[in-house]
């Protein structure tokens, strides 16, 4: 057996807990698995590092800022070699260089070309250990390349595809994915399995645990994941592998909630062809995320056109939208909103579920703003206020705490 | 002009030291020089990553302990580069490996082997400020080694002779090589120009400034280097060069005060071949180093053996003799002296340096207890609690406050 193990910051947020981490990763070689790990820097010494570079300017040059933070992983690697080799366990730590990881040139935002996994074997063969720092590679040039948020389980999941090993541990400072966030919901529950594609929809949502570019890959990579707790690491995460036939039989794996996004609603503006396209067209030059779309055609000609954007991005939109002030009957902005999705691979099989999610909202009084919905997903939008509400009611509804 | 400049820890120990920094540099540049600049960890990264090793284990290895501190060099780099660019000075920050330095693979000391310049002269060629991260190369394995202590003057010094640099400046938080340590003569001044050798005697004989590795290969590349503060930046250091008529003319460059010596005195040890081989063979198999040797044979064909070893290796050196304690007459040990040197290249072609030096020694009633010479030095060896004033009279004598 071949188990990729991934710590984030907080895993290694310390010598005590690095110490931890090493005490798990021996556990795991002792019990005869082959071990590759990938470490994220100790929690606060990216963030250290950004804010040096932000005393000399806003906007340092990146090639420069990819060197500077690329340390903290360095650091973070030797250490936990250290830590291992001091209790016997022979280990060696690899940069992302060392571990064959080559990507683009997009610094601070670049994306694994490809992975010469040589090294790695060779050390495996060897018995090691093999600890990788995580978060960066280098580019053709051989200068230093970081994989942007989340940077971390993508090193992870590309090695553990490039390895072909049995399994990808992320291990992070919650247990797993659970039906809904057990802040809003004290009776939600740890999901034991969740197919690619319904994270991907809870990533996306909200759901902070795994990035979404971390589950694609996987995805494509046939990896399966676990997410597992460092505070707990013998007990069983939530797997995150291809759907199959046991995750059919749920109607509904997981409630997102969704409260940094907000609406706007472009009123009797002119429908003629491609004013849709000239819109998000340019939003997009703006590298504005335009989420959910709705668009009515009214009796006279004229169109309705709501869509949300993150609450981030409301002044730049309300910039780019300022020229159709004019051409348009009224345009409102409201931040006040919240998106609350439900999202199962059951769905597709199953009819009704969306009907019993609006009739959940209106036996509460929640009105329904915007509706879209996809194969495994329904979202709606509604008042902000209401949001902890839905998600408590939607949750019961779909029993996701029995 | 190509210069290259080396700035410490306590040169770059902030971010306003760094600013300070990137300040020299860009004045450097504006006149027209090109410019490569080695920078040091800031003061305290390296030891507080060397501490976080020590917690897991106090013999951590070595691979990986270079792999942990070399991360404090490319730190600094990379900030100098981002206050340089900030301040519109085009530059690049370079690793120790992009800057093609290749090394033995002896971890914590290794060795330069070669050093690949293209990288940094296509850079320079650019027009841009060339940052390397110093103290640190890769072996053939494409390991990250560390040069150990004075590193970075050593990869300052090696550059400077890869790219035939006109000048190698060691900016340090003194203004330079003086006569002798002004803790003790408030007279001493500051040497304008230095050979080689004289440096290596003071360097080898307790002046901190250079380590002797790097004043060695200087020699060996001829490489001209001036040491100069970063404080001061703009005023005139002490060069560092090959001998020359001028130096010739003065008699004596500095003196040197050594306190952590002991000294070894071994009487009426039997005077057959090859004991002092014997003896000096087992100290050095046990790295001791042996300094000063002083040996008298008396009329019953029996031998005393004097010399001198640090005071920190004097414990080792007792148990190393313990079998000759019998062969003997008696062993002494006396940690209490001082070793007082006279350094000048004048002293070749001039004599009575020595009965000078002799002769003001007696004037203070200061006892001489050995007394070594070499083409460019007087060394003497007396009571530690004559040590201060022994160098003051001897630099008043040498009229080097003059």
Do not use: W
């Not at 798990?24 to 590759?36: L, Q, R, S, W």
């Not at 939109?317 to 009224?330: I, M």
């Not at 409102?332 to 019993?356: F, N, P, R, T």
Request: glycine content about 8%; hydrophobic content about 40%; aromatic content about 4%.
């Amino acid at each position: 057996m071949l188990v990729v193990q991934k710590f984030g910051g907080t895993s290694v947020g310390g010598l005590d807990r690095i110490e931890n981490v090493a005490n798990i990763v021996k556990k795991y070689k002792e019990n005869g698995e082959d071990v590759v790990v990938i470490v994220s820097a100790m929690a606060g010494e990216t963030n250290k590092l950004l804010e040096y570079a932000a005393h000399f300017t806003k906007t340092p040059p990146q090639r420069e800022v990819d060197l500077l933070v690329s340390s903290g992983e360095r650091v973070t690697s030797a250490l936990l070699s250290i830590a291992l080799q001091s209790k016997g366990i022979d280990a060696i730590a690899l940069t992302g260089r060392q571990a064959g990881i080559v990507t683009t040139s997009d610094h601070m935002k670049a994306r694994i070309m490809d992975i010469n996994p040589e090294k790695m074997q060779k050390q495996l063969e060897k018995g090691k250990v093999v600890i990788v720092a995580g978060f960066q590679g280098i580019n053709e040039n051989g200068d230093v390349t970081t994989l942007g948020r989340g940077g971390s389980d993508l090193t992870a999941v590309a090695i553990a595809g490039a390895l072909k090993a049995d399994k990808c541990e992320i291990y992070t400072d919650v247990d797993g994915i659970y039906t809904t966030d057990p802040r809003i919901e004290p009776n939600a529950k740890k999901i034991d399995m969740i197919s690619y594609d319904e994270m991907l929809e809870l990533a996306s949502l909200g759901a902070k645990v795994m990035q979404s570019r971390s589950v694609e890959l996987a995805k494509k990579l046939n990896v399966d994941i676990e997410v597992k707790s460092s505070f707990e690491p013998f007990k069983k995460g939530t797997l995150i592998t291809k759907e199959n036939e046991f995750m059919e039989k749920v109607l509904v794996s997981g409630i997102a909630l969704d409260k940094n996004q907000a609406r706007v609603s472009i009123f009797g503006v002119e429908d003629r062809p491609g004013i849709s396209a000239e819109i998000f067209g340019k939003l997009a030059d703006e590298n504005i995320n335009v989420d959910m779309i709705v668009q009515n055609v009214g009796k006279d000609n004229k169109a309705s056109l709501t869509f949300t954007v993150p609450a981030t991005e409301l002044e730049m939109t309300k910039k780019v939208l300022k020229e159709y002030e004019n051409s348009s009957e009224a345009i409102e902005y409201d931040s006040d909103i919240a998106k609350v999705s439900i999202v199962g691979v059951g769905m597709k099989s199953h009819s009704g579920v969306a009907a019993e999610a609006f009739e959940t909202l209106a036996k509460e009084n929640i009105n329904i703003l915007m509706i879209s919905t996809s194969e495994i997903k329904i979202s709606m939008v509604i008042a902000e206020k209401y949001g902890e509400l839905a998600v408590r009611a939607l949750h019961t509804a779909y029993e996701l705490d029995k």
